[in-house]
Nanobody, 123 residues
Framework: HVQLVESGGGSVQAGGSLRLSCVAS????????MGWFRQAPGKEREGVAI???????SYADSVKGRFTISKDNTKKILYLQMNDLKPEDTAVYYC??????????????????WGQGTQVTVS
């Protein structure tokens, strides 16, 4: 069972930056898809950035060139560096993990492990 705890959210002005962190505990190794998702008020949860087992990242079109996902396998921490933030980035951001690599490291909403979320507000 994997536990995920996000931190780093907050309020920033448009054009600002934030770095989210997600600490994983429990049985987790490199054989996981991990990623960041977000959910804005009144909208469905969506995938923001995913990192595959081999470290290869993928991004939603809306954040390409502005967000960077990375992970430290030794420390079991997943990061999301968010630059040039826009008001439309306002949402609760969730860290997620899934061991079912055969389903593909894609922004699926059926990941088995989720954090509690951290609020990001851009004004």
């Amino acid at each position: 069972h994997v536990q995920l705890v996000e931190s780093g959210g907050g309020s920033v002005q448009a054009g600002g930056s934030l770095r989210l962190s997600c600490v994983a505990s429990g049985y987790i190794d490199s054989d996981y898809c991990m990623g960041w998702f977000r959910q804005a008020p009144g909208k469905e949860r969506e995938g923001v950035a995913i990192v595959a087992r081999n470290g290869s990242p993928s991004y939603a079109d809306s954040v390409k060139g502005r967000f960077t996902i990375s992970k430290d396998n030794t420390k079991k921490i997943l990061y999301l560096q968010m630059n040039d933030l826009k008001p439309e980035d306002t949402a609760v951001y969730y860290c997620a993990a899934d061991r079912r690599l055969y389903l593909g490291c894609r922004p699926r909403l059926d990941y088995t492990g989720w954090g509690q979320g951290t609020q990001v507000t851009v004004s």
